[in-house]
């Protein structure tokens, strides 16, 4: 059974450095790490996710000295280093392995380290309710401590870039493809008499995906000569989505109708209306309006004091959002999928909490 803590300390041979800025940054792990030892709780909670995961995983062989040895409490302050690092899954693993003081603050020490695709594995599951759990234990150990009133409670919404490409037209055709055949693929692996025996086309929608991107950032004599360069690449690339989805039903036919309408000139008086019409019916439609003028009741009760201190109150929040996207990395999401998405915002969140405490 894997240890929830690796207790096992060992010698320190890392010469002590001089330089003011080297001492900050240590002296930030190592109230980071007084905050972990002194609340066991957090590691308990972590390990729920992955004390099976951890099972499965290389288990230490005394004849192997490359097997890796690791806790799901070196697993969290792995996560921690990533977050306040900055780094991918094969960065933070490599500047795990080459510092001798990470290696200490992960519990690691002269142990190999693990790899980054077992990292990420096991990261991946640890639930966003977990993180809930590991940020509520925190808070509630700050407010015991004194170091939090809990009190007043700042709110605010904001929004993470997801790591998505631009949806253009070319594009949605090319991914509409490729996931097509993919789906083609598995029916045939499940029986062939399902589908059509005809040859998938991956590689020419690509080279016309490529194409038209390119020739739409080049340079041409204007934007008429422009769209009449691009119309024989999308005529190719629509006419090879319309036989594939003729397999797949009238969802997809619907979608390569609407983008076939864009791309073609006469038909744009029309476009309008029948692309909302379509989707209304396939797509939820979502629209934030913009707000109007203010009224005279509105100027009046947003001149008042006390609404103006709640404003102020509420903008504190606007610090707290700006350091998670700018320092903790939430300005952008590499993660697939919401539940992996919210993970990443409570180990976020997390990681935050844990530097307002060490600065309290």
Same mark, same amino acid.
């Given at each position: ?23 900050? #940054? ?15 709780? &957090? ?19 005394a004849?192997?000295?490359?097997? #890796? ?18 780094? @991918? ?18 519990r690691?020490? %002269?142990? $190999? ?10 990261? %991946? ?9 590991v940020n ?9 401590? +004194? ?8 709110l ?6 997801? %790591?998505?490409h631009?949806?253009c *037209? @070319?594009?949605? &055709? ?16 499940? *029986?062939?008499?399902?589908? *059509?025996?005809?040859? &998938?086309?991956?590689?020419? =929608?690509k ?5 038209? /991107?390119?020739?739409?950032? +080049?340079?041409?004599? /204007?934007a ?18 319309h ?5 797949? +039903? *009238? ?9 076939a309408?864009?791309?073609? $000139? ?38 008042? $004091? ?9 903008? /504190? ?11 903790l ?7 697939? +999928?919401?539940?992996? #998405?919210?993970?990443? =915002?409570?180990a976020? =969140? ?11």
């Amino acid at each position: 059974m894997r240890p929830r803590f690796n207790n096992q300390m060992q010698f320190r041979f890392q010469l002590v450095s001089t330089l003011k800025i080297t001492e900050r #940054y240590y002296a930030k792990y190592q109230r980071i790490d007084a905050i972990l030892t002194a609340q066991p709780q &957090l590691v308990d909670l972590i390990h729920r996710d992955v004390a099976e995961p951890l099972e499965c995983e290389r288990a230490p062989d005394a004849a192997n000295e490359d097997c #890796y040895k690791c806790s799901s409490e070196t697993l969290l302050r792995i996560v921690i280093c990533q977050i306040l690092e900055g780094c @991918s899954l094969r960065e933070i693993v490599v500047r795990i392995d080459d510092s001798d003081f990470l290696r200490r603050f992960v519990r690691i020490h %002269n142990d $190999p380290m693990i790899d980054y695709s077992t990292f990420c594995r096991l990261r %991946n599951r640890i639930t966003p309710q977990t993180w809930k759990w590991v940020n509520d234990a925190l808070a509630q150990s700050a407010a015991e401590q +004194g170091q939090i009133s809990g009190e007043r409670t700042r709110l605010d919404t904001t929004a993470v870039e997801t %790591n998505i490409h631009w949806p253009c *037209d @070319s594009s949605l &055709l090319g991914d509409g493809y490729r996931t097509l055949a993919r789906l083609v693929e598995c029916m045939r692996s499940l *029986d062939p008499h399902l589908v *059509d025996g005809r040859r &998938l086309q991956r590689r020419k =929608v690509k080279r016309l995906v490529q194409q038209i /991107g390119r020739r739409s950032r +080049g340079r041409c004599a /204007g934007a008429e000569a422009r769209r009449e360069a691009l119309k024989p690449l999308y005529a190719q690339l629509i006419l090879l989505l319309h036989k594939l989805s003729g397999w797949c +039903g *009238d969802l997809v036919r619907d979608a390569v109708d609407q983008i076939a309408r864009r791309t073609y $000139p006469e038909a744009l008086r029309d476009q309008v209306a029948k692309c909302v019409g379509v989707m209304r019916e396939k797509i939820e439609l979502v629209a934030i309006g913009k707000k109007g003028r203010r009224s005279a009741e509105e100027r009046q009760r947003e001149s008042d $004091p006390l609404f103006r201190h709640a404003q102020r109150f509420r903008a /504190g929040v606007e610090g707290t959002i700006s350091y998670l996207k700018r320092v903790l990395g939430l300005a952008r999401c590499y993660l697939k +999928g919401w539940t992996h #998405y919210a993970a990443a =915002v409570g180990a976020a =969140v997390f990681v935050h909490n844990l530097m307002v405490l060490i600065r309290a």
